[in-house]
């Protein structure tokens, strides 16, 4: 029996490849709507770069490995050395610092201990450079030892356009990076749950230190395009205004970051553009739909196949340079009983060969459990079993008939015999008396 009522014959189940489809056209020539090119995104910004989240390809750029002053956006690798090095509850202690006129800091006082929890937050969200300074010695021990720790990340993780002279982002020409870099550091710590958490909340509260408080995400975009998640921004004289900006719509992550813009409304007035001007290049497919069928399996028994259905509809949003295969599992023979709706295999999408979807497919009908008729054969091969034990049966009776009479023959010659014998005797004795 197979799930809650069909029986398999032994190498039943095989995989099955039934479905190929290819979309083969350039990611950036043209959007996928209507067959029409796609306008280009508008962007104000020195050098800028888009990126498919899931599997890094670029949907468009511009200069993207030019390096230029980063800013606040320098953070995003003393994050990543925080989430490397410490607990996120552990108590980092305050050390002194002396902020400039126009810097961003969360105004925590020297000696009062917060966890890197909220030290994260208040470095990511409001971008308060204290926080940073405190991180930075609380991996390393001095802002100098972790800048050393931070250039050797980034050679770690091949940022071969980057470069770092302080923790916090304060303008200095050995502090650099590009969109290509900066947007490959955001992939690598967006794969952390916990950095996802903290740079997506437009506001939250720091419990830890001296006093509880409130912080605000300068991340603009977030609060007014619900699909935007995070990632930083970050604004200096020789930086100009900067986002590395992470979206998601219909299950498609991407990535867009904007270097060098003229302000903040033109930083998000371009990031929204590459945003979604990457979305135009994806169509929405239905690989399959609920009750479809699938494909098919004999039923031992009968003539007719059973339909395999699918369970629920699959649809996916792809690139046309992608190519959407579906593979399904199910049994090639089947045997009753089998209930309508009965699972019996599954149907498995992927994407250029990374899963994207996976359905049941279930019994399109009901399969009653053969009868004993059924297994012998059917009515045909009855009558024809019937006929031929008749028939059998007749030249049996005929052959024991045959042989009984001639058994019968058999036993009357020896009396003949000894008739004719004394009849012989009689007719010579009789001529000799005469």
């Known amino acids: 029996m197979l799930g809650s009522g069909a029986r398999l014959p032994r190498g039943a189940v095989l995989p099955i490849l039934v479905l190929v489809l290819a979309f083969a056209l350039a990611p950036t020539a043209s959007a996928a709507k209507g067959g029409k090119d796609a306008p280009g995104p508008e962007v104000d910004a020195a050098t800028w770069l888009l990126l498919d989240a899931s599997d890094g390809h670029e949907l468009a750029a511009h200069d993207s490995d030019e390096e230029r002053a980063i800013a606040s956006t320098t953070k995003l690798m003393t994050a990543y050395l925080a989430l490397k090095n410490l607990s996120m509850n552990e108590k980092l202690e305050v050390p002194a610092y002396s902020p400039g006129p126009a810097e961003?800091?969360?105004?925590?006082?020297?000696?009062?201990?917060?966890?890197?929890?909220?030290?994260?937050?208040?470095?990511?969200?409001?971008?308060?450079?204290?926080?940073?300074?405190t991180v930075a010695d609380g991996v390393a021990g001095s802002q100098r030892a972790f800048?050393?720790?931070?250039?050797?990340?980034?050679?770690?993780?091949?940022l071969d356009h980057t470069h770092y002279a302080n923790p916090i982002g304060l303008d200095d020409k050995e502090n650099y990076s590009s969109a290509g870099d900066l947007t490959d550091l955001a992939l690598q710590l967006l794969t952390d749950r916990r950095f996802r958490k903290i740079v997506a909340e437009p506001q939250a509260t720091l419990k830890s230190g001296a006093q509880q408080r409130v912080v605000t995400n300068t991340n603009t975009l977030l609060l007014s395009d619900p699909s935007v998640d995070g990632v930083k921004t970050g604004h200096t004289l020789d930086a100009g205004y900067v986002l590395v900006a992470s979206a998601k719509r219909d299950g498609i992550p991407l990535i867009a970051a904007v270097l060098g813009a003229p302000s903040e409304a033109e930083r998000d007035a371009?990031?929204?553009s590459l945003l979604d001007y990457g979305y135009s290049l994806y169509r929405e497919k239905t690989v399959v739909g609920r009750g479809d069928e699938a494909a098919t399996a004999t039923v031992r028994y009968e003539d007719e196949d059973l339909p395999l259905v699918a369970k629920r509809a699959i649809r996916v949003s792809v690139r046309k340079d992608e190519n959407v295969q579906v593979d399904i599992e199910a049994p090639k023979e089947v045997e009753g009983p089998i209930a309508?709706?009965?699972r019996l295999g599954q149907l498995t999408v992927t994407i250029d060969g990374k899963f994207a979807d996976r359905t049941p497919l279930t019994a399109g009908r009901t399969v009653d459990e053969p009868s004993v008729i059924d297994r012998i054969g059917g009515p045909?091969?009855?009558?024809?079993i019937a006929f031929a034990v008749i028939v059998i049966l007749a030249a049996v009776a005929f052959w024991l008939r045959r042989r009984r009479q001639a058994?019968?023959?058999?036993?009357?010659?020896?009396?003949?015999r000894m008739r004719t014998?004394?009849?012989?005797?009689?007719?010579?004795?009789?001529?000799?008396?005469?």
């Open 104 to 133: 961003s800091v969360a105004g925590l006082t020297k000696g009062e201990k917060l966890t890197v929890h909220d030290l994260l937050t208040a470095m990511m969200l409001p971008s308060a450079n204290d926080a940073a300074v």
């Open 147 to 158: 800048v050393d720790e931070m250039n050797r990340a980034a050679a770690t993780l091949d």
């Open 270 to 272: 371009s990031a929204e």
């Open 340 to 342: 309508e709706g009965d």
């Open 380 to 384: 045909i091969v009855v009558v024809l």
């Open 407 to 416: 058994g019968g023959e058999r036993e009357r010659d020896p009396e003949e």
């Open 421 to 434: 014998r004394q009849e012989r005797i009689r007719r010579r004795d009789g001529g000799e008396g005469e």
